[in-house]
């Protein structure tokens, strides 16, 4: 008889998520944990389950087995071959066989634990027939306590032996660690764009930047090529989140990707915890993350030694129009990301709702040509000159920089009052709202005498 298997983390072969398939079949966003013992034929070893709870949906007439128990559902159970009508299939410790029918037509099915004499049922009280065994006869139970072995690993569905462990919540998959014991592990983060160690935003602001969040399982000892013994990917979600000057509130980056320029966000959830929505909702079908791909590259549990994965956010447009996130703007004050002094802070949150951070990182955005709005010219109780200057969006060409309808520099002031000023204000005003420059004004005299005002 097969032994039982208390899996730990150094049997993870693949855990919740986004996950690498090197060409092997299944489901690219893995919403599940697979287990194997490492370098042992764990076949027929008995699965202890994770919680206790009421049994459900044991499905022995397909190829592709599993067994239910409260909100976990363990797959690949005994072998893909299905027992004949009053047959049974025989794993370890474990027989898989239909229970007695009722009016000839009955497809409930029982795993029946021959070491303890258990036999689990989607119904309680049904008999099932095992002759030589547990006194020949056995009455089933429709639920199991945590510990208890309830099935043996296999390989059914056509897959290599190992437990396929799910977690279900009102329909939805989560990841099992929410629950599953496991040590509680760092992470390390760090943020870069492309080619460098720090933050460098790339110009024109119509360039597509990308940004890489590396969350890397801190002081992780691999076991073999893809596994380890101490720590395991556990996260639920990973943001990439802007501060503007002078605000306590974090955003996400707002961007668009591919021809029909969908809207995307610097916002990547996995759904692990159960209160997460799975962000953005196409993870199976979305091409891993790059620098020119918005998504997740993930390494752990896939490459030799690489013990983190990479979430990028890679449409990232700083001159992205602030209220039509499909379109580019020329005019800063058109501009979601308006120039000035921003903090770009990369946040990722594990399974149990445990945030990791870092100290922020100062980035300045410089993407517009300042230009005055309007200018004001008052003296002795009345105004002398007064010009607006409105935006002209124009045509957003790749080098352009915000544009004003009347590009005058040079303001004359001609009044017959001018001997007797007593006083003169000036009044600018600029659309950047910032101070990464300011207006120098020059006031010239009839003689020719010069005056700067500095702003
Ligand atoms: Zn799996």
């Known amino acids: 008889m097969g032994s039982s298997i208390h899996l730990q983390l150094k049997d993870v072969l693949s855990d919740y998520g986004v996950r690498n398939l090197h060409g092997q079949p299944g489901s690219k966003f893995h919403q599940a944990i697979d287990y194997s013992v490492y370098g042992i034929e764990d076949e027929g070893y008995a699965i202890v389950a994770v919680k206790g709870g009421t049994v459900s949906d044991i499905n022995g007439n397909r190829a592709y087995k599993g067994i239910t128990v409260g909100n976990y559902r363990y797959t690949h159970i005994f072998k893909s071959s299905v027992p004949k009508d009053g047959e049974f299939e025989k794993s370890g410790k474990f027989i898989l066989k239909q229970v007695e029918k009722v009016n000839g037509k009955d497809t409930y099915w029982s795993i029946i634990d021959l070491e303890h004499c258990r036999a689990f049922c989607e119904e309680s009280g049904r008999t099932v027939e095992i002759n030589g065994f547990c006194g020949n006869s056995i009455s089933t139970v429709n639920w199991v306590e945590e510990g208890w072995d309830i099935a043996p690993i296999g390989g059914s569905g056509g897959f290599p032996t190992h437990l396929h462990l799910e977690r279900s919540s009102s329909g939805k998959k989560h990841d099992p660690n929410q629950n599953v014991q496991h040590i509680s592990q760092d992470f390390g983060i760090e943020l870069t764009t492309k080619d460098n160690a720090n933050i460098t935003i790339k110009y024109p602001g119509t360039y597509r930047n990308a940004i890489r969040l590396r969350a890397t399982m801190k002081g992780g000892i691999p076991v073999g090529s893809d596994r380890f013994s101490n720590v395991t990917m556990n996260l639920d979600k990973a943001d990439i989140l802007l501060q503007r000057d002078g605000s306590n509130d974090y955003e996400h980056i707002v961007g668009y990707e591919g021809s029909d320029k969908t809207k995307i966000e610097s916002k990547l959830w996995l759904g692990a915890n159960y209160n997460t929505s799975i962000t953005p909702s196409d993870w199976d079908d979305r091409p891993y993350g790059s620098w020119t791909q918005t998504g997740t590259y993930p390494y752990a549990h896939s490459s030799p030694d690489k013990i983190y994965d990479d979430y990028f956010f890679s449409d990232f447009y700083t001159r992205i129009d602030k209220t039509d996130f499909k379109k580019l703007t020329d005019l800063p004050t058109n501009a979601r990301y308006n120039d000035r002094k921003y903090i770009l802070k990369p946040t990722i949150t594990n399974v149990r709702d445990v945030l990791y951070t870092v100290a922020g990182f100062n980035i300045t955005f410089d993407n517009f040509k300042p230009y005055l709005s309007r200018i004001t010219v008052n003296a002795n109780g009345g105004t002398l000159y007064e010009v607006e200057r409105s935006g002209n969006e124009g045509e957003v060409a790749t080098l352009d920089d915000g544009r004003v309808s009347n590009n005058i ?47």
């Open 409 to 455: 520099w040079d303001y004359p002031l001609r009044n017959p009052t001018w001997p007797s000023l007593q006083q003169l204000n000036i009044i600018a005003v600029r659309p950047n709202p910032c101070n990464l420059w300011k207006p120098h004004i020059e006031l010239k005299d009839q003689h020719n005498h010069f005056q700067t005002i500095e702003t």
